[in-house]
T-cell receptor, first 114, second 109 residues
C-alpha cells in the first residue's frame, strides 16, 4: 500500500517561531507537493518538487520555504510563523507515468499559530 | 493556475439515493487530467475517479461516475446508491495543482 506520512497531526506554535513540517513517502515518487487547506478556499499549492534538490513555487509561496535533500522526504518550513499561517497543511506525492498527476496524500498537519 | 469552481458548498442526500456534484474549470490546454478526490472526516484524502480529456467516454468506478463535457469545461460527479460511508468532502482537481473549494456531502440514514 502506498503511504505518505506527516510528522505531526496537530501542532501549536507561537508567532515568530520557525516551524518545520515533515513529509515522507515510501513509493519512490519523483514529485512531492505541499498544500494548505482552508475552509471555502480548498487546497492551494505552496511549493512542489519534481526531484531531489529541485523545487518550484506554487500559488502561495510567500512566508514558506521547502527542502528536499532525499527523494522520500519533503520539508515545509515557516521561517517566522504568523497567525495567518494557521491552517491544515497537506503533503502529497505523485509519479509521472501512466496515471500522471494522481496524487497520494498524507493525513495532514493542523497547525495553529498563536 | 487554472481556476476550478465547485458551486455547491454542501449537499445532503438520503441513503440509497443519487447525488450529483458540479465542477467547472477554466483552461486553454487540450490534453489534461481531471480528478475527484474524497476527504472523509479526519481521514486522508483519496482518489475517487479520474478522467483523461482526450477520452470521450465518461469514467466510472463502481457507484461513482462522471459527466465530462469538454467543450463546456464541466466535470460533474454522480454518486449512485449513496452509502453512509460516502459522507465526506469532495474536491474536484485539474491536473496536479488546481483544486476547487470542495463540496461537503452528508448521507442521511
Amino acid at each position: 500500500d502506498v503511504k505518505v506520512t506527516q510528522s505531526s497531526r496537530y501542532l501549536v506554535k507561537r508567532t515568530g517561531e520557525k516551524v518545520f513540517l515533515e513529509c515522507v513517502q515510501d513509493m519512490d515518487h519523483e514529485n512531492m507537493f505541499w498544500y494548505r487547506q482552508d475552509p471555502g478556499l480548498g487546497l492551494r499549492l505552496i511549493y512542489f518538487s519534481y526531484d531531489v534538490k529541485m523545487k518550484e513555487k506554487g500559488d502561495i509561496p510567500e512566508g514558506y520555504s521547502v527542502s528536499r535533500e532525499k527523494k522520500e522526504r519533503f520539508s515545509l518550513i515557516l521561517e517566522s510563523a504568523s497567525t495567518n499561517q494557521t491552517s491544515m497543511y497537506l503533503c502529497a506525492s505523485s509519479s509521472p507515468g501512466t496515471n500522471s498527476y494522481e496524487q497520494y496524500f498524507g493525513p495532514g498537519t493542523r497547525l495553529t499559530v498563536t | 493556475a487554472q481556476t476550478v469552481t465547485q458551486s455547491q458548498p454542501e449537499m445532503s442526500v438520503q441513503e440509497a439515493e443519487t447525488v450529483t456534484l458540479s465542477c467547472t474549470y477554466d483552461t486553454s490546454e487540450n490534453n489534461y487530467y481531471l480528478f475527484w478526490y474524497k476527504q472523509p472526516p479526519s481521514r486522508q484524502m483519496i482518489l475517487v475517479i479520474r478522467q483523461e480529456a482526450y477520452k470521450q467516454q465518461n469514467a466510472t468506478e463502481n457507484r461513482f461516475s462522471v459527466n465530462f463535457q469538454k467543450a463546456a469545461k464541466s466535470f460533474s460527479l454522480k454518486i449512485s446508491d449513496s452509502q453512509l460511508g460516502d459522507t465526506a468532502m469532495y474536491f474536484c482537481a485539474f491536473m496536479k495543482r488546481s483544486f476547487g473549494a470542495g463540496t461537503t456531502v452528508t448521507v442521511r440514514a
